[in-house]
C-alpha cells in the first residue's frame, strides 16, 4: 500500500463522517501497518487472576485487554474459554480505539471463573442465569438470576430492597452523615449534631447485561433546605450472583476555615441498610470478621456456656449457623428458661487506627456495652441473619482508611439495621482546617522566602479542602440462610482483596499500548541487568515496608507516600511544607505502573491501585474554581498553594483505567478534557512572572512540559476512548502537537501563548531557551513515545528529539544549537530515559551510549549507593523497623522510570 499523504487524510476528515475523522490523523505509518497486523496478532490471550483463588465469593470481575493496530474493529465479538476448553459466559465492550478506528482496548466482564481463561474471537457464551434490568416502573430492578435489588428513582432510600427470591434479604439502604458544626478546641463538653441522609438526584443505567450491569446514583446529602456533600455511586451487578459491589464517592464542599471552631466537621458518613429478621432469636446469628478470616460467630440468645447445657448438637448446630431442632426436643431445663437468656441485639466494631479494633455489644438502646473483644486489623466484614436468610457486607480497605466501623442494631426486633461507617462517628470528627495560621507570608515576596525554608508554596486561602474527593467500595451478599465458615471466610477474602483478572505482560508488551519499546519483561540475563532488576526489586520492597512502618494509612491519607527523609530524626518529613506528602511529584504513579506493567506483579499493581484511588481523588479538586487542578505536595495534600495541571494529570490514572474499565477513574479522565479553562482561573507562574501578564482567553500561557503533558494526556485518553469530546480533543491534540513543533525552538522554547478557542500556540516571533528539569519528569517522554507511534507529524517529532538530545547536552552543545545553554540543571539520570528514546528512534549510537553514561555517572542513585536499609529501634524511632535514609522519592520515581525504559529501549546496549 502506498503512503497516504497527511493532507489527503485531512481532506477526507472533512467530507466522510465521523468514523472518517477519527481515522484521519493515524497517517502513512498507521495506515500501512494495519492491515499486516490483524492475522500475526488476533491470537487467543491467556488470562489469569492477579492473586491465586479466582473469583470466589466475589460478585465478578471486569479487566481490560489491549490489542495492536489494526487487530480487530468495533463489531468483533469475543469468547471466554477456561483450562478444559468449556465456555465461560462474557460481556465485552470497546474502552480505546486506535487511531485507524481499530479496538485498541476491549473491556470483559465475567461472573464466574477460576484458574486461567482464554480469551479469543468469537460467539461470546451466554450466561445461565442473565443480568437484566427493569427500569418501567418507579424503581431501576435489576436481577442477577439469582438476587433482585430494587434501586430507588427519588428520595432518600437508594436501594429500596435486595431478594433473593421471594426473601426480603435486605431494605432501605440509604446514605447517613453526621456533621458537626463546632469542633471543640478545648474540652468544652458542648458538642451537638446533626444528621444529614443521601437524597437521590438522578439514576442512570450504564450497562444492563447480560454478564454486567452498572446503575450510577448521583445526589447531596439532605436535611431541610440545606444539601451539601455530594456523593456518586455505581452498583455493580454480574450474572449469577448472589452479591453486588458499591464503588462510593463523595466530594467534599463543606467549609472549614483555619483558626475557627465552626464549620462544616463530618462526624460520621456511611452506608446503611435495614434487614428483616424473621427467624427466632436463638435462630439469628451474627458474624463479625477479626484479623485475617476470623470471626466473632454468636447467636442473639446464645444457648452455648449456659449453665444447664440443652445438647451437645445443638450447641453444635447454632455454632455453625443452622436452624435448631425445635426447643422441645432440647433438655428442658434450658428450654423451660429460655425467656431468661439474653438478646444481644446491637454489635460495633470500630477501628480507629490502623493498629487497632474493639468489639463490644449489648442487650438494646439504655443499656451498658460489654466488651466482646478486640484486635489489631479487621477485616470490615459483617453478617447479620438467620436460617430463613441474611445479609452479608464489608468496607475494603476498613483498617487502611481508618477510622471506620460496623455497627448492628436491633437484631432482636423484627428489622435490624445495619451501617458501615467509612468515618466512624466514635473517631474525632474530620478536621480538614488548614494546619498553621500563615505565619505573615502575606505577600509573594514573604511567600518565596518561607518556600526557601520550608519548601511550602504557601498563600491565604489556598490550603482549602473544598472540591476534594474520596472513593470507597463495599460488598454484600443476600445469603439464603446463614453461610458456612468456608463460604463466610470466601466473603471475607472477596473484601480484602477483590479479585482481578489481568492479561499477561506479553500482551500488554506486544500490543505497543502505553509508550511502545518503553518497558519489557525482567530480563536477568546478564550481572549487569541482573542487578538493576535487585535495585528495583529493593526499592518497591522498601516503599511497600516504609508504608507499614511509618502507617501511611487513614481515609485522606492512604495511597500516597512521603516526599523527602530528615535523617536527623530517622523519619520522614511530614510536618516540614513542600517535604511531606509526594502528591505524585516526579510521578512515582508512572514508576509503579510501568513495574507492573512489564512484570505483572499482584503486589505492585494494588500498590499502584491505592495510589491511583489516592491521588486523582484527594490530591485533586474536583468542584469550585480550581476543579482540574492538582495540589503540589505538601503536608497536607491539599495544603499547598501552587495549584497546577502536572498533578491532575490524567496520565496516573489511565493504567488503572484501562486494566480495569474503571469507570470512577473514566469520570475522572474525562473531567480533565477542558482543563485548559483552569489557566484562566489560575496563573501558575504567578509568584515568580517578571513580565506583565493577565491571562487571557486567546494568550494563556501555557508551558510545553507540565502543564501540556498533562492537558494533552487528557485530550488523547479522550479521543482513543471515543468520549463525548472526542472530536474536539482529538483537534486539541493535533493542533498543539502541530504549533508546539513550529515554535522556533520548539520544545525549549519552554511556553506559548494558548488560545483557547482555536486550541492552538501562538508562533512565537523571537526563539527563546527556556528549558526547565521538571518539564519531562510529570509523563512528558512517555506521553511523546505514544503520541508518536499515533500521529504522523514529523515536524513534532523532530522538535521532541531534538529537546531529548540536548538536555543532556554539554552548555557548549546546548549554545552552539540554540545559541545559547540551558542554564542549571538537574535530574539527569531521570532524563537517560529520554537519550535513550531519542537513540532509538533516531539511530543515534552516541546517544544511546550517554544514555547509560547519565544512567550510571551523574545525579540520583548510583552503584555505589548503599542500596540496603538499617535496623532502627528505641529510642531512635517511634516503632522498630528499617530506614534507607539514602532514599528520596523522587530519586525513587526517576531511577525507577529510567532504568525500566533503558533497559527496555537499550539493554543490548548496556556497557
Known amino acids: 500500500m502506498s503512503p497516504i499523504p497527511r493532507r489527503s487524510l485531512l481532506k477526507a476528515a472533512a467530507v466522510a463522517g465521523a468514523a472518517a475523522q477519527f481515522s484521519w490523523a493515524l497517517g502513512a505509518k498507521g495506515a500501512e501497518a494495519a492491515p499486516r497486523a490483524a492475522a500475526a496478532d488476533a491470537d487467543p490471550v491467556t488470562l489469569d487472576w492477579l492473586e491465586d483463588g479466582g473469583l470466589g465469593a466475589a460478585p465478578g470481575s471486569t479487566l481490560g485487554v489491549p490489542w495492536p493496530m489494526g487487530t480487530f474493529q468495533e463489531d468483533q465479538t469475543f469468547a471466554l474459554t477456561d483450562a478444559d476448553g468449556k465456555d465461560v459466559p462474557v460481556q465485552s465492550w470497546p474502552i480505546g480505539y486506535w487511531p485507524d478506528g481499530s479496538l485498541k482496548w476491549t473491556a470483559h466482564a465475567v461472573g464466574q471463573g477460576s484458574g486461567k481463561l482464554t480469551l479469543s474471537a468469537g460467539t461470546p457464551a451466554a450466561p445461565a442465569e442473565k443480568v437484566t434490568v427493569d427500569r418501567s416502573g418507579g424503581t431501576v430492578d435489576v436481577s442477577t438470576g439469582v438476587i433482585t435489588v430494587k434501586i430507588g428513582k427519588d428520595g432518600a432510600s437508594l436501594i429500596k430492597s435486595v431478594r433473593r427470591g421471594s426473601t426480603e434479604i435486605a431494605k432501605n439502604g440509604r446514605l447517613v452523615l453526621i456533621r458537626q458544626p ?18 437521590i438526584g438522578e439514576v442512570t443505567v450504564e450497562q444492563e447485561g447480560p454478564v454486567r450491569a452498572v446503575v450510577r446514583i448521583d445526589g447531596k446529602h439532605r436535611k431541610g433546605s440545606r444539601s451539601w456533600l455530594p456523593f456518586s455511586l455505581r452498583l455493580y451487578f454480574y450474572a449469577g450472583a448472589d452479591s453486588f459491589r458499591m464503588v462510593h464517592t463523595i466530594t467534599y464542599d463543606g467549609t472549614q476555615e483555619p483558626g475557627r471552631a465552626s464549620g462544616d466537621f463530618i462526624r460520621g458518613l456511611g452506608v446503611r441498610f435495614t434487614v428483616p ?91 451498658g ?85 520550608t519548601y511550602e508554596d504557601y498563600e491565604p486561602g489556598f490550603g482549602t479542602p473544598y472540591g476534594i474527593a474520596r472513593t470507597s467500595e463495599l460488598l454484600f451478599w443476600a445469603n439464603e440462610s446463614t453461610p458456612a465458615p468456608e463460604k463466610l471466610a470466601e466473603q471475607v477474602e472477596a473484601v480484602r482483596v ?57 481515609f485522606w491519607d492512604y495511597g500516597d507516600i ?76 491539599y495544603a499547598d498553594s501552587a495549584k497546577q495541571q502536572r498533578i491532575a494529570n490524567t496520565t496516573y490514572r489511565r493504567y488503572y483505567y484501562f486494566l480495569t474499565a474503571d469507570e470512577r477513574v473514566g469520570d475522572l479522565m474525562h473531567a480533565n478534557v477542558d482543563s485548559d479553562e483552569t489557566f484562566l482561573a489560575l496563573d501558575p507562574l504567578r509568584k515568580i512572572r517578571t513580565e506583565p501578564y ?55 522554547q519552554g511556553s506559548g501563548l494558548y488560545d483557547l478557542d482555536t486550541g492552538k500556540f501562538a508562533v512565537a516571533a523571537t526563539p527563546v531557551v527556556g528549558v526547565s528539569h521538571l518539564s519531562a519528569v510529570f509523563g512528558l517522554n512517555e506521553l511523546c513515545a505514544e503520541l508518536i507511534h499515533l500521529v504522523d507529524i514529523p515536524a513534532f517529532n523532530e522538535a521532541y528529539y531534538d529537546y531529548c538530545r540536548y538536555f543532556n547536552a554539554t552548555k557548549a552543545e546546548q549554545a552552539a544549537r540554540y545559541g545559547s545553554n540551558f542554564g542549571t540543571l538537574l535530574l539527569f ?59 528520596s522519592t523522587n530519586d525513587t520515581a526517576l531511577y525507577g522510570l529510567a532504568a525500566i525504559e533503558n533497559l527496555a529501549l537499550l539493554g543490548d546496549k548496556m556497557p
Open 498 to 554: 477483590l479479585p482481578q483478572l489481568a492479561a499477561p505482560p506479553k500482551q500488554l508488551i506486544k500490543a505497543k499500548v502505553f509508550g511502545p519499546g518503553l518497558y519489557s519483561e525482567p530480563d536477568r540475563s546478564t550481572p549487569a541487568k541482573a542487578k538493576i532488576e535487585d535495585h528495583l526489586d529493593f526499592l518497591f520492597t522498601y516503599y511497600k515496608d516504609q508504608v507499614e512502618q511509618r502507617r501511611w494509612y487513614g
Open 182 to 199: 463546632e469542633i471543640e478546641d478545648e474540652d468544652q463538653g458542648t458538642v451537638k449534631t446533626e444528621r444529614f441522609e443521601g437524597a
Open 829 to 887: 539520570q531521570g532524563h537517560s530515559r529520554l537519550d535513550a528514546y531519542a537513540a532509538v528512534q533516531t539511530g543515534d549510537q552516541a546517544l544511546a551510549k550517554r544514555a547509560w553514561t547519565k544512567f550510571y555517572g551523574s545525579d540520583g542513585y548510583t552503584e555505589s549507593s548503599p542500596w540496603k536499609t538499617e535496623q532502627l529501634s528505641g529510642p531512635a524511632t517511634l516503632v522498630p523497623g528499617s530506614e534507607a535514609a539514602w532514599v
Open 694 to 748: 493577565t491571562p487571557d482567553r486567546h494568550a494563556l500561557s501555557i508551558g510545553f512540559g507540565t502543564d501540556w503533558s498533562g492537558l494533552v494526556s487528557a485530550w488523547l485518553t479522550e479521543w482513543e476512548r471515543k468520549g463525548p469530546k472526542w472530536e474536539k480533543a482529538r483537534a486539541r491534540v493535533l493542533s498543539t502537537m502541530e504549533t508546539i513543533a513550529a515554535q522556533p525552538n520548539g520544545f525549549v
Open 369 to 453: 456495652w460489654v466488651g466482646a473483644g478486640g484486635g489489631k486489623r479487621a477485616s470490615g466484614f459483617g453478617y447479620v441473619g438467620g436460617a430463613s436468610g441474611g445479609f452479608s457486607f464489608g468496607l475494603r480497605d476498613f483498617w487502611e482508611k481508618h477510622p471506620a466501623q460496623l455497627d448492628i442494631r436491633d437484631a432482636h426486633t423484627d428489622a435490624a439495621e445495619v451501617t458501615l461507617w467509612l468515618w466512624s462517628p466514635e473517631a474525632q470528627p474530620m478536621d480538614l482546617r488548614f494546619y498553621h495560621d500563615g505565619m505573615g507570608q502575606d505577600t509573594f515576596p514573604e511567600q518565596l522566602e518561607g518556600l526557601n525554608i
Open 277 to 367: 429478621m424473621r427467624d427466632e432469636s436463638y435462630d439469628r446469628h451474627i458474624r463479625i470478621g477479626g484479623e485475617g478470616t476470623g470471626l466473632l460467630r454468636e447467636a442473639v440468645k446464645g444457648i452455648t456456656g449456659l449453665r444447664r447445657d440443652p445438647g451437645a448438637a445443638v450447641q453444635a448446630a447454632q455454632y455453625a449457623g443452622q436452624k435448631l431442632p425445635d426447643p422441645s426436643t432440647w433438655d428442658q431445663r434450658v428450654t423451660t428458661r429460655l425467656q431468661y437468656i439474653p438478646e444481644w441485639g446491637d454489635y460495633t466494631l470500630s477501628q480507629l487506627s490502623a493498629d487497632g479494633f474493639t468489639l463490644r455489644k449489648r442487650t438494646k438502646k439504655g443499656y
Open 562 to 637: 512521603m516526599h523527602t527523609y530528615d535523617t536527623v530524626r530517622h523519619q520522614w518529613r511530614y510536618d516540614i511544607g513542600g517535604y511531606a506528602w509526594d502528591n505524585s511529584e516526579l510521578s512515582p504513579d508512572l514508576w509503579l505502573w510501568f513495574a507492573y506493567l512489564r512484570s505483572g506483579r499482584a503486589d505492585i499493581f494494588r500498590f499502584a491501585e491505592a495510589m491511583t484511588r489516592h491521588t486523582g481523588e484527594v490530591d485533586v479538586y474536583h468542584l469550585g474554581q480550581w476543579a482540574g487542578l492538582g495540589t503540589r505536595h505538601g503536608v497536607q495534600h
